[in-house]
Each structure stands twice: as C-alpha cells, then as structure tokens.
T-cell receptor
Framework: QKEVEQNSGPLSVPEGAIASLNCTYSDRGSQSFFWYRQYSGKSPELIMF????GDKEDGRFTAQLNKASQYVSLLIRDSQPSDSATYLC????????????FGTGTRLTIIP | EAGVAQSPRYKIIEKRQSVAFWCNPI?????LYWYQQILGQGPKLLIQFQNNGVVDDSQLPKDRFSAERLKGVDSTLKIQPAKLEDSAVYLCASSFGTGNYGYTFGSGTRLTVV
C-alpha cells in the first residue's frame, strides 16, 4: 500500500463548477496535511495545510480532513481555467520523522 | 523575502558523467530538503538537513548520490556516475524549523541523462 494515494486523473471540470480532489494516507499517526499545486514545468506551490479534523477554508479553496477515515480532500469552488494544474497531496509523518511524503498528484483540467 | 535559489535550471549529460546541483535556501530557514521528481510522479525525498546535519537520507542512493550543506546554508547535491534513470527534476526546498507550515520549493533543476 502506498503511503499517500491520489487518483492520477485527469479530472475534467467545467469552468465555474466545484472540483473535488481526494487523497488517502496509510500512517494513522500522521500529524498534518498539505495541498500543493504544480503547473506544468514549474515547482510545487503550497496552497493549504490542515491539522485538525473538519474543514478549513481559504478563498475558493476548502481542505477537508477526516483522520478516522485517513482521508484528505481539496475542494475548489468556482473553478477557473487558471486552476488547471496537478495537485499534490503531502502528509507529514509523526514526530521523529518530520519529512513530507507526497502522492503522485491529480491532474486537473478546467474546461472553459 | 527572496525564494529558494537553485542552479542550473537545466542540465543534459551523458550516462556515467557526473553532475552537481546547487541550492540556496530562504534566509533563516534551518531545514533544507532535496527531492527528486520523476515525470508523472510526486516528489520523493532524497535527503533532509537540519542546519548542516543530516536528518534523513534513507532514500538517497549513496553509491552514486552525495550531498552536503556546509555552514548550514547552501547545499550541493552530486550524482556520480549518472544513470539514465536519474533523469528527473531535482527540487530543493527549505522550511523554518520542522516544516509545520509546509516547505517552499525552488524552481528545480531538470536533469536529462542521455
């Protein structure tokens, strides 16, 4: 089982709709969770992080965390063509091993 | 604040040659990471430094890869000799402390081994 799993996509969403990106992780002791956006040929850029169960909102982005189900999601409301990118889920290990482990990413395409 | 600086931006070498990448982290960031990102995959941690000490190098192929961070600031990642499967983007990232608020990545070095 991979440590961090994402559906590689591609995920196509009409402009203005809600894009939903999902991620599951294997280490139940994981502490914090990150979403990065990566445009083609560019480096990853941090969008959001979340530590606690529930929702965290930042503008058009909402991160959702369910530790019992070991599940993290990212919702993008009012999707724009500029949101077309690969979205990487990253998980920070429990104390003693502070590295971020990344999933393979989900490629999102917003259709005008 | 200035971002994470990396050079070169691109590098093409033949297999069995050697190559080195340089990274300068954000000022004040004690933790520095080197990640390898193969096309279509997520970044994979190669090595993590805290100041100038190695915290994690469990996934670094030590028979051919080496890294150092002198004086706890700049870092260099070296591959010698390179193999075709080393073709990837090498990303340097830094964080303040243990990265509780995520990392900031540099622009990366795209390595092609032919």
């Amino acid at each position: 089982q991979k440590e961090v799993e994402q559906n590689s996509g591609p995920l196509s969403v009409p402009e203005g709709a809600i894009a939903s990106l999902n991620c599951t992780y294997s280490d139940r002791g994981s502490q914090s969770f990150f979403w990065y956006r990566q445009y083609s040929g560019k480096s990853p850029e941090l969008i959001m992080f979340i530590y606690s169960n529930g929702d965290k909102e930042d503008g058009r982005f909402t991160a959702q965390l369910n530790k019992a189900s070991q599940y993290v999601s990212l919702l993008i409301r009012d999707s724009q063509p500029s949101d077309s990118a690969t979205y990487l889920c990253a998980v920070k290990a429990p104390r003693g091993n502070e590295k971020l482990t990344f999933g393979t990413g989900t490629r999102l395409t917003i259709i005008p | 604040e200035a971002g994470v600086a990396q050079s070169p931006r691109y590098k093409i070498i033949e297999k069995r040659q050697s190559v080195a990448f340089w990274c300068n982290p954000i000022s004040g960031h004690a933790t520095l990471y080197w990640y390898q990102q193969i096309l279509g995959q997520g970044p994979k941690l190669l090595i993590q430094f805290q100041n100038n000490g190695v915290v994690d190098d469990s996934q670094l192929p030590k028979d051919r890869f080496s890294a150092e961070r002198l004086k706890g600031v700049d870092s260099t990642l070296k591959i010698q000799p390179a193999k075709l499967e080393d073709s990837a983007v090498y990303l340097c990232a830094s964080s303040f402390g243990t990265g509780n608020y995520g990392y900031t990545f540099g622009s990366g070095t795209r390595l092609t081994v032919v």
